[in-house]
């Protein structure tokens, strides 16, 4: 049977959700997706699982490839690897790589985030396909994708160029940048470079484009796009203290309006939304019925303090629901999971945050039986059998 309790949490605590509404940023980007990463709290999602032209943002996927690559030990840093006719063939951004070079594996990554080299993903790309062909790796990009979750994603190329059939969602570029940042952190920093000038030979080509680094509201990554037929579009991260935002924006008609967008969104993420903290660890919250234990009862609360993003103005209480499956059969572990606090704030999605078990509940002795059987019974009688438990 699923128990719950309604309770109101945190006195004091700032709620007024639907002050989030009131909030809401009104972005001119075709596509946008906005993520508080340590609540995974989703601050903004438009057309968020339209597949697009994403422009050179895919190059995120052969960098994620590449890290996995190189912990792997199927790649080293100091690996140098041949340049192909096909990677020298490639326009736009490059390295301006020939066939004559061979280039260290580092040398190529920072090629890729900083210069956006087309050239640079490519020979990493045949490095790495299973069967040596950029497209052969673009198969796999897709299927790697699909793997960590990426399910509007499908890949023609390594860099980007445009292609039929080459798209991706904001969303699933956000779920790309999460993963860069949580799953490869010794090689996150590399995002962060401002500048990368590889032997002198493309002077026109050693800025990052990324339009935010510079600007000291903590943006530490990822990267830009720009196509014709995909516009301006950046995936982009900044942190603030102990807060992270993940965004994603696409199709904006100009260079200028997407640094003017992406710094708005940074600042309307960091200034109009906190971390509240609802329940403290340890603090019980609730109390969940025992089955045959040597008590009846056992505290719920949460193994570490549960904190939520909410609107940085509002205040008041927050309503929250407990729910378990119960009563619950003895014998009971400190900590063990039993129960889940959920909250619904207005136009955010459900927040659902696990409790525990306050104490040790050992199983009842002879007297605890012969009590519990003697109340079934008593129910029965009463009730009739779609009464007992």
């Given at each position: 049977m699923?128990?719950?309790l309604r309770l109101?949490?945190a ?7 639907s002050?989030?509404s009131a ?5 001119k980007?075709?596509a ?19 597949p697009?032209p ?6 995120l996927?052969t ?5 996995e690559a ?7 840093l100091?690996?140098?690897l ?6 020298m ?6 390295m301006?790589?020939?066939t004559?070079d ?10 890729i985030i900083?210069l ?5 993903c ?15 790796f ?7 994708g699909?793997d ?17 059939g080459?798209?991706m ?8 940048a ?5 799953d ?16 002198g030979r493309?002077p026109s ?5 990324n ?16 196509t014709?037929e ?7 991260s900044?942190q603030?203290?102990d807060?992270?935002?993940i ?7 100009t260079?200028s ?8 969104l940074?600042?309307w ?10 329940a403290?660890e ?10 045959r ?15 939520i993003l909410?609107p ?7 309503e929250?629901e407990?729910?378990?499956?119960g ?18 704030p207005?136009?955010?999605p459900?927040?659902r ?18 009590k ?7 129910k029965?009688?009463l ?7």
């Amino acid at each position: 049977m699923i128990s719950s309790l309604r309770l109101a949490m945190a006195a004091g605590l700032a709620v007024s959700l639907s002050a989030l509404s009131a909030a809401a940023f009104d972005t001119k980007a075709r596509a946008a997706y906005v993520l508080d990463a340590g609540t995974d709290t989703v601050l903004l999602s438009k057309n968020a699982d339209v597949p697009l032209p994403p422009a050179s943002m895919s190059k995120l996927m052969t960098l994620y490839v590449a890290f996995e690559a190189l912990r792997d030990g199927r790649l080293t840093l100091d690996e140098r690897l041949p340049v192909s006719e096909h990677a020298m063939s490639y326009k736009g951004s490059t390295m301006f790589l020939d066939t004559l070079d061979r280039v260290r594996v580092e040398d190529l990554l920072r090629g890729i985030i900083v210069l956006s080299g087309n050239d640079a993903c490519v020979v990493i790309a045949e490095a790495l396909s299973p069967d040596g062909t950029e497209a052969g790796f673009a198969r796999y990009m897709t299927k790697r994708g699909q793997d960590l979750g990426m399910t509007a994603s499908t890949f023609a190329n390594s860099n980007g160029w445009p292609a039929a059939g080459h798209r991706m969602s904001v969303h699933d570029l956000a779920v790309l940048a999460e993963r860069l940042i949580e799953d490869f952190p010794e090689y996150y920093p590399l995002f962060a470079e401002t500048k990368f000038e590889f032997d002198g030979r493309a002077p026109s080509n050693v800025r990052n484009r990324n339009p935010l680094l510079k600007l000291g509201i903590g943006a530490d990554g990822l990267k830009t796009g720009h196509t014709e037929e995909a516009g301006y579009g950046l995936v982009g991260s900044a942190q603030q203290g102990d807060r992270r935002v993940i965004f994603v924006v696409s199709g904006f008609d100009t260079e200028s309006g997407r640094a003017e967008e992406a710094e708005a969104l940074v600042n309307w993420s960091f200034r109009q939304f906190a971390k509240k903290t609802v329940a403290q660890e340890g603090v019980p919250i609730a109390e969940a019925e025992i089955w045959r234990g040597a008590e009846q009862s056992v505290g719920l609360v949460p193994a570490k303090d549960l904190e939520i993003l909410l609107p940085s103005l509002a205040g008041g209480t927050i309503e929250g629901e407990v729910v378990y499956a119960g009563p619950i059969e003895a014998p009971v572990s400190k900590g063990q999971r039993l129960a889940e606090l959920v909250l619904q704030p207005d136009d955010l999605p459900e927040v659902r945050l696990p409790l525990v078990a306050e104490s040790d509940v050992p199983a009842g002795g002879f007297a605890v039986r012969v009590k519990t059987a003697a109340e079934v019974l008593i129910k029965r009688f009463l009730t009739g059998p779609e009464g007992a438990l």
